[in-house]
């Protein structure tokens, strides 16, 4: 029997493969396909343009996300700090990584714990919606929730990533039941988010059917977590089980609009290989509310907390240079500027 890698040994194996191996989809996120309208004349001023937004009573100062990825370990402590210290200095939200570890082994819990150097900041708590199969239930959440007085809770949702992993968590069935019932009984707003492989507009009816308050469609075309499972087998039919989806999944862009025609005003957050503002202004003229990355932030936050700032400041003045030169002084604009490639 293969022997299962304690969780904080698969944290630290997931922060060293996601810095150091190629693990991309084999698809793009179709962010590719659409173009803004170049505005020779926009008649507004760089310095003076709104991108500020509120979203579940915090203020952001521009539609950015620093997605969910780690905690449980030492290294995962460190970029955490430096992540959320950078999202405090501007003004983003943040989400961390799934908790279970640190429900399972307390200790591990200041791993997760950022609300000491970010006590602003729209912070969400993680855990994986299947553990709701596996001996959790509403109090997990909430526990998850108060461990780092997060302001709402993401449900991550990875059946794949399940499906290839040595010993993964398989059994899916009446997930959705229990999803409702965390809905109703937690005292914040819940979350979906897949992991990297989009959401169906069927999928996206059972969530809001379900009462979340947001949908984080984590579409195909960044961070393939198949990949990742590909690296971390531990024989070669686990290896060239998960190699098999690397190009699975639905591309972010179409994700995005899923969820839109399936629920126009559910919340959605878009990731999955959104890599400077230029992305996140797309994803917001596709529909979504907030644009989420987590390979760009997690490699600058591996430097230095002042690295990640420069990336925080430089994904900000990208989304800025592309609402300045589309002709829109909001946000609420960029749907009109944007065109998709014949």
């Not at 810095?19 to 507004?44: C, K, M, W």
């Not at 579940?56 to 521009?62: D, E, M, N, V």
């Not at 402590?77 to 405090?88: D, F, G, P, S, V």
């Amino acid at each position: 029997m293969t022997k299962v890698a304690p969780i904080d040994q698969r944290k630290a194996d997931h922060i060293k493969i996601n810095l150091e191996q190629d693990v991309r989809s084999a698809l793009t996120t179709g962010l590719e396909n659409y173009y803004f309208i170049h505005e020779a004349l926009p008649e507004l001023d760089l310095n003076r343009l709104d991108t500020s937004l509120s979203l579940f009573g915090k203020t952001l100062a521009f539609p950015t996300l620093v997605s969910s990825m780690t905690g449980g370990t030492d290294e995962a402590e460190t970029i955490n700090l430096r992540l959320a210290e950078a999202a405090q200095e501007c003004g983003v939200a943040m989400g961390v990584g799934s908790q279970r570890a640190a429900i399972e082994h307390p200790e591990q819990a200041r791993t997760f714990q950022v609300r000491r150097v970010a006590p602003d900041i729209l912070l969400f708590a993680n855990l994986g919606a299947v553990q709701l199969n596996y001996g959790y239930g509403v109090d997990q959440c909430r526990r998850a929730v108060e461990m780092i007085q997060a302001d709402a809770l993401y449900l991550h949702i990875n059946p794949l990533q399940e499906a290839v992993q040595d010993a993964g968590d398989t059994n899916w069935v009446g997930i959705a039941k229990k999803i409702e019932e965390v809905c109703k009984k937690l005292e914040v707003p819940v979350i979906a988010k897949e992991v990297g492989w989009g959401f169906a507009e069927k999928t996206a009816k059972v969530l809001a059917d379900c009462g979340v308050q947001a949908i984080d469609v984590a579409g195909a075309g960044g961070t393939s977590w198949s990949q990742v499972e590909m690296h971390r087998a531990p024989d070669e039919f686990t290896r060239k089980l998960a190699a098999t989806f690397v190009g699975w999944g639905i591309p972010t862009a179409e994700a995005i609009q899923n969820v839109k025609r399936a629920i126009p005003e559910m919340t959605i957050f878009a990731s999955g290989g959104l890599k400077d503002g230029l992305d996140i202004a797309k994803c917001i003229a596709l529909g979504a509310t907030l644009g989420g990355m987590a390979g760009e932030f997690l490699k600058a936050a591996a430097i230095s907390t002042e690295r990640a700032v420069e990336m925080m400041k430089l994904t900000k003045r990208q989304i800025e240079v592309t609402m300045f030169t589309s002709g829109a002084d909001r946000l609420q604009e960029l749907p009109e500027k944007i065109i998709k490639k014949e």
